[in-house]
């Protein structure tokens, strides 16, 4: 920390307490506590049940859940590859056209993601590219919103390369491919790691544009989330959001301790 005295730190932390637990902690630990419950007792939920993931890990909600996971890591890895290509790709441009390619990039997070999810449905729903209907227009439009992030991301890690490893390897008889597979990419695992995390995170939560364009057979797990507080079915709700937070953390720390083991390559 940068305060030194000891009055201030702990100043700092109880601010820090004071901000954290109203405005992040005390509303998941609700959800959580919801999960459990059958009915609410004043302003806390009450009645221990676990019923609400019983009906969070079958039939419908355990086939959105898989839903979710194939379109996040589906959408991640066409993101990481395209947001990958282009952010190797800038890195050779001049300072001009890189701005004009961040912007373009950017561009998908810039508006609110209902607008994606309609340029979508307007851009897929005629020939030759028909997509609407299928599950391939929801990864589609996952895809376009979380491809900027991989972009920037790999962009930052591109620009912090010492050009020394790919000069050496040049002056070595090397060719272009080779030192982009054996040494661009490897010194870039870190960050490509980091940057597959973030996609994935995002696409498992995203719900304005997917409520536009999933088909009957395609529900991911937000959605089932807003129709079940939506009837009214709060606890199974809140359980249902439980097991997306969950399955979400998880597949965050295996790709974190994939992360650490390519930065001590």
């Not at 901000?19 to 992040?24: D, I, Q, S, V, Y």
Request: glycine share 4%.
């Amino acid at each position: 920390m940068l305060v030194h005295s000891r009055g201030a730190k702990w100043a700092v932390w109880a601010l820090f307490l004071l901000l954290f637990l109203p405005l992040f902690a005390l509303p998941l630990l609700v959800v959580l506590g919801a999960s459990f419950a059958t009915h609410w007792s004043s302003v806390l939920p009450s009645g221990a049940t676990l019923a609400n993931y019983r009906a969070a890990t079958r039939g419908e909600a355990l086939q959105a859940l898989t839903t979710s996971l194939v379109t996040a890591l589906t959408a991640s890895l066409l993101a990481l590859a395209a947001g990958t290509w282009a952010a190797l790709a800038a890195a050779a441009l001049k300072k001009r056209q890189r701005r004009v390619m961040d912007a373009l990039f950017v561009l998908p997070v810039a508006v609110p993601s209902v607008v994606v999810g309609l340029a979508v449905l307007v851009a897929f729903s005629e020939p030759p590219l028909l997509l609407n209907g299928t599950r391939w227009i929801v990864i589609t439009a996952h895809a376009v919103l979380v491809t900027a992030f991989a972009y920037q991301s790999v962009s930052a890690a591109v620009t912090r390369l010492d050009p020394a490893y790919e000069q050496a390897a040049a002056s070595l008889g090397a060719s272009p491919a080779r030192v982009l597979w054996r040494i661009r990419l490897p010194l870039l695992l870190p960050s490509l790691t980091a940057a597959a995390g973030l996609c994935f995170a995002l696409s498992m939560g995203e719900l304005s544009a997917t409520m536009m364009l999933y088909p009957p057979d395609w529900t991911p797990l937000p959605v089932l989330i807003y129709a079940a507080t939506d009837r009214g079915a709060l606890f199974t709700g809140s359980a249902v959001a439980v097991v997306l937070m969950a399955a979400t953390l998880l597949v965050l720390l295996a790709v974190s301790r994939i992360r650490t083991k390519a930065s001590y390559r």
